[in-house]
């Protein structure tokens, strides 16, 4: 949700003052633009996504692919 925020609010209040709040939604929930942050003329910039392959592929982009370790150990 923060992508979608960031995108929208771009005062520097807002970048510049962030506080830690950490919420993980379940790995069903869907994660969309909020309708009214969205019309014709502004469309939502990220497809909506349910969290849990939101997360795995965030997961995927962001750390190693384990089994090349493994190939290279002998």
Sequence with gaps: MTREVVCLVRSFFFLGYKIAYFVEPSTDCLVECLP?????????KFPSVKYGTYLSQRYVDTHADLNLYTKYQT
């Design 36 to 44: 009214t942050c969205q019309s014709d003329k502004n469309p939502p």
